[in-house]
């Protein structure tokens, strides 16, 4: 394993001028990264402490289990029981290009490679980052990164005109050259009647790699 992690994801919806309209239920679970490529999630409830009843978080202890790099998912639930995905699931949804949760300073020139085959060669520089500007059907997609480690900054989706995601992302920098992704803020669009916006917010806690940092 090189990487544990506790993760809080936080969310909440908001109306066009940014006000909260309600706050959402959070999650937590714990998070394995091994060398295979492989990332482990275990649900945990979703706020520390006793739960009374069996249905007071009937999603702790669910598994979910898969590999970025060869895009495989599955799902088990507490007792190890295999369960159907929906059409599409995928494990880190709007997650920065070609990136796992660690990554490494030698791996710089895979994340330059597979920039260059995702959206072509940059388009410049915005704030001091590299930018990276592509089409997918309808959505243009924006991908800034650091010039040094090509490890993402921003990701913004627009369609017809609107900006329906934005996902900023931040890095701690660990021993060896090495950073852990530690926090993702996402809005995205949630279409209706009145439009709003879904703030996540992906928070990563007691981290510890193959190296035993904290």
Request: glycine share 10%.
């Amino acid at each position: 394993m090189t990487l544990a992690a506790t993760v809080t994801v936080t969310r909440a919806l908001l109306n066009d001028t940014g006000g909260l309209v309600r706050e959402l239920p959070a999650s937590r679970y714990k998070l394995a990264q091994f060398r295979d490529g492989r990332l482990r999630m275990t649900m945990l409830p979703s706020r520390p402490g006793p739960r009374i009843g069996p249905m007071a978080d009937p999603y702790a202890g669910m598994v979910v289990e898969g590999n970025l790099a060869q895009g495989t998912l599955e799902l088990r639930d507490a007792s190890g029981t295999r369960i159907p995905l929906p059409e599409g699931a995928s494990l880190a949804p709007a997650a920065p290009p070609g990136e796992s949760v660690l990554a490494g300073s030698a791996e710089a020139p895979g994340r330059r490679r597979a920039l260059e085959r995702d959206y072509g060669r940059p388009a410049g520089r915005l704030r001091g980052f590299v930018r990276y500007v592509g089409r997918r059907g309808a959505a243009t997609e924006e991908v800034l990164v650091a010039a040094d480690t090509l490890l993402p900054a921003e990701l913004n989706v627009v369609k017809d005109g609107v900006l329906t995601e934005h996902h900023a992302f931040s890095y701690r920098r660990l021993p060896g050259n090495r950073w852990v992704r530690q926090q993702t803020v996402a809005h995205t669009l949630v279409t209706g009647r009145q439009p709003h916006r879904l703030l996540s917010i992906t928070t990563l806690d007691d981290i510890q790699t193959d190296g035993g940092e904290r």
